[in-house]
């Protein structure tokens, strides 16, 4: 490590506290991190790694924002850094993340809706009959769907398995079971204190806790979880060339081994890890309207996570204060936005820039004056 770096502690050991500590030991900076539980967990693990910001810009059109131009910039500039990424943890960890550029299928019922994506910046094509069912076999999508190629996914357990193998090798410290209760000023620098008494001086702190960083400033003290619930089941067959299916209230995410991902409930307020047998009946049934196939597939897991989210479902990223930066409010976005944003931080703590994808959600310009959109 650099004799120069600054130190840095960063509260949270998932999509972005990883990937920060990763691009942060890539210019020789030695980073701490804290985890209140297990590192990787939380809302990576129970994550279906979609990398999707075509289906997210088109279902974004519902809620209308003054910087979802800027979020799809920052969404399509951080899907175009992941080939490269992926490739690169996969070379230094030995463990493939298993990215895949599958694509994802939108139900649409107009073929003019390629049009109106396409003034969105995201290329698409129509597709029924029997071009949809060669993508997606069994499909019952009888008005036709967008196919949008530029959409991907990932392992999120494979992704999270990676880079700790890599950050280990690095000798980067990672705390698990380790809360960080308070922050204060330290001359020119920060002091943490954790649950158990520990104290640690730093010139950088990091808040990349999700929705359990709200005690820890004013500026996360809006960041409210959104739990979620979501399915494994065996599809019978192989599925991974399946793209995604994303309808709105529900996801189909094929993985790798004949499995099925379904998803996931949007519950605002909710933080437990709770499962509800009643909720799992409405993914299936929701399912199941766009592959029937699904009613005769045997569910082998049901989890939960919880999302943060901020008021009108922005991600807020950038300089807080003097030496406190902050990556909160992902929301949903934590897999697909984490080159990008770990990059831009990095940039950030290293040579005291923000590069331009980030700057429009830097904590002085954005959720101003919005109410939730939880």
């Not at 979880?225 to 399915?231: D, E, F, I, R, Y």
Request: hydrophobic residues 45%.
């Amino acid at each position: 490590m650099r004799r120069d770096a600054p130190r840095v502690v960063i509260a949270g050991a998932g999509a972005a506290g990883l990937s920060l500590a990763h691009a942060l030991s890539l210019r020789g900076i030695n980073t701490l991190i804290c985890d209140a539980g297990k590192a990787g967990q939380g809302a990576l693990a129970a994550s279906a790694g979609m990398i999707a910001p075509g289906a997210e810009i088109g279902e974004a059109r519902s809620r209308p924002h003054d910087r979802s131009r800027a979020f799809a910039a920052l969404a399509q500039h951080s899907a175009a850094m992941w080939p490269d990424w992926a490739a690169r943890l996969h070379a230094e960890s030995g463990i493939d993340p298993a990215y895949r550029p599958c694509g994802s299928l939108v139900p649409v019922r107009e073929p003019a809706m390629v049009e109106t994506f396409a003034a969105l910046g995201v290329e698409g094509e129509w597709l029924h009959g029997a071009a949809l069912q060669a993508r997606l076999p069994g499909a019952c999508l009888p008005d036709g769907a967008l196919f949008l190629p530029g959409d991907a996914q990932v392992s999120s357990p494979l992704l999270a398995r990676a880079l700790m193998t890599i950050l280990a090798r690095k000798g980067v410290e990672i705390r698990e079971n380790t809360r960080i209760t308070s922050l204060a000023r330290a001359g020119d620098g920060w002091r943490i204190m954790t649950e158990s008494g520990e104290v640690e001086d730093t010139d950088y702190v990091v808040l990349a806790a999700g929705w359990a960083a709200t005690q820890l400033h004013p500026l996360a003290a809006d960041v409210y979880p959104v739990k979620g619930q979501a399915l494994m089941l065996d599809a019978g067959e192989d599925c991974a060339n399946w793209p995604l299916l994303r309808a709105g209230n529900v996801y189909l995410a094929a993985k790798p081994g004949g499995l099925l991902m379904v998803g996931a409930s949007v519950e605002p307020g909710r933080s437990n890890g709770a499962v509800d047998p009643s909720v799992a009946k409405g993914l299936l049934q929701r399912a199941a309207r766009y592959l029937p196939s699904v009613a005769e597939m045997v569910q082998l897991a049901h989890w939960s996570g919880v999302r943060p989210a901020l008021p009108g479902l922005m991600p807020r990223a950038g300089l807080a204060e003097p030496g406190l930066v902050v990556a909160l409010g992902a929301y949903r976005h934590g897999v697909m936005l984490a080159p990008v944003l770990a990059e831009g931080l990095a940039a950030l703590i290293d040579e005291g820039r923000l590069p331009h994808p980030i700057a429009p959600f830097a904590p002085d310009t954005v959720n101003e004056g919005l109410s939730s959109g939880g």
